[in-house]
């Protein structure tokens, strides 16, 4: 229902910023999208980011045990 699906999304997005630190900006956008943008990063950066984002979401299970993955 909502309330689980309020919650990964806040659980995605705390992951998501954990990694975000001070190397750039973190935002939802809209409905389950995100924005991440890295002032001075070039698209190897981009990628390198985006791969450390994908792992850190799907390596660790969700309540109660699912997994969740990202594409970027």
């Known amino acids: 229902g909502h309330q689980v699906g309020d919650h990964i ?6 992951r998501l910023a954990g990694h975000a630190g001070a190397r750039g900006f973190l935002a939802r956008i809209g409905g389950e999208e995100f924005a991440w943008l890295l002032p001075g990063g070039d698209s190897l950066d981009a990628r390198q980011t ?17 997994r969740i993955t990202l594409s970027a």
Do not use: K, N, Y
Request: proline share 13%; no cysteine; net charge negative.
């Open 9 to 14: 999304l806040a659980e995605v997005a705390a």
């Open 50 to 66: 985006a791969d450390r984002a994908r792992e850190a979401v799907r390596l660790e299970p969700f309540p109660p045990g699912e």
